[in-house]
């Protein structure tokens, strides 16, 4: 059998990248297209490992989980067949989009649309673990609005955090009855920039923490949280870039919970637009939220009506993990 790499974060050696069993990693089914990329290669006779088990100096190519340190890319590395897996935005990790660091590459995949060309760069969709019934679509609806996403800030021309907090602080502000906020770091201060190292200090960022009375602390599990309120506030970390399209979106049509969408310029591309609310078509926050609070059960009911359509129906397979999968086995070991 032939041997791979998959070259990922410390946090997810050992094979843990892979490891749909592990709670605490693979949180929301999170690790579901890893772990059938390993499973299809095993098909091919081909055994991917992370990079403590399968060496990248012993191995016969080398899958890289996001641009790596040049520290780790050594001159034995650089003589490998390389492919790279591009998932994070340039306002996370600005290197992924540097075409100078692409020329190790064999192939590249990637969501964005702008350097697609299928030769070198191969265009994959987010995955995820398509459900085969939405068991969420039973639960009682129990408030209005949620939303579900950690404490992040990033000064770049293109991000959403900003966004994100302009909404909170609105439902805050206005509404706090019908708006509950979850997720990691709220009830501490984020320090950026040089200062970013004291994020370290706990008690530190705690005292100075900004107390938000929606807050209810994080999830352990998104699907049963969303599935009790009618909408979420779905932005994406970043704003106007094609094809950008992650799991936040898909994991509020699994809980049938209705976004409220802000993210690629190109959504309905590839989402039919009657599945969402578009963020874009509302002036401000008091619009939109009279449009929630003020919507039927018959219109409501047609979302969510939409939301089952389309979950159960073939245009959903290229967000599937399955189609990540099968997409770059065929491009690393048929072509």
């Known amino acids: 059998m032939r041997r791979a790499t998959f070259f990922t974060g410390e946090y997810y050696l050992n094979n843990r990248q892979f490891d749909i069993k592990d709670t605490i990693v693979n949180r929301d089914n999170c690790l579901y297209g890893s772990y059938l ?3 299809r290669f095993e098909e091919k006779g081909i055994d991917l490992n992370t990079q403590d088990i399968s060496l990248p100096s012993e ?10 340190r ?8 650089k003589e490998k067949e390389n492919y790279l897996l591009l998932f994070e935005s340039e306002i996370i990790r600005p290197d992924n989009w540097d075409r100078k660091n692409h020329k190790y590459f064999k192939k590249i995949f990637t969501w964005n649309n702008d350097f697609v060309d299928n030769k070198k760069y191969i265009k994959y969709y987010w995955p995820n673990k398509i459900p085969e019934k939405l068991d969420s679509f039973t639960v009682q609806k129990e408030k209005l609005c949620t939303m579900i996403v950690a404490n992040k800030f990033q000064k770049h021309p293109l991000e959403l955090y900003s966004e994100r907090k302009k909404a909170i602080l609105w439902f805050e502000k206005y509404h706090p009855g019908d708006f509950d906020l979850y997720g990691y770091g709220w009830d501490r201060y984020n320090f950026t920039g040089i200062l ?7 008690l530190l960022t705690a005292l100075l923490s900004q107390e938000y009375l929606v807050y209810k602390g994080p ?5 049963k949280v969303l599935s009790k309120y009618k909408f979420a506030i779905c932005y994406e970390n970043a704003k106007d870039i094609p094809g950008y399209i992650t799991e936040k979106i898909f994991d509020c049509f699994f809980a049938s919970c209705v976004p409220v969408y802000l993210g690629a310029p190109n959504v309905t591309d590839y989402i039919p637009a009657e599945t969402f609310i578009d963020r874009r078509k509302f002036k401000t926050y008091d619009e939109l939220y009279r449009y929630m609070k003020n919507m039927t059960d018959e219109e409501y009911n047609k979302y969510l009506g939409a939301i089952k359509d389309f979950v ?6 290229p967000f599937s993990a399955e189609c990540f999968a099968e997409t770059i086995c065929r491009e690393i070991v048929e072509r």
């Open 37 to 39: 990329l390993k499973k």
């Open 59 to 68: 191995s016969d190519f080398i899958l890289y989980n996001e641009m790596p």
């Open 70 to 77: 040049f520290t780790d890319f050594t001159d034995i590395v």
């Open 196 to 202: 970013r190292r004291l994020n370290r200090v706990r």
């Open 219 to 223: 999830v352990e599990s998104k699907e």
């Open 312 to 317: 159960h129906s073939d245009k959903i397979y």
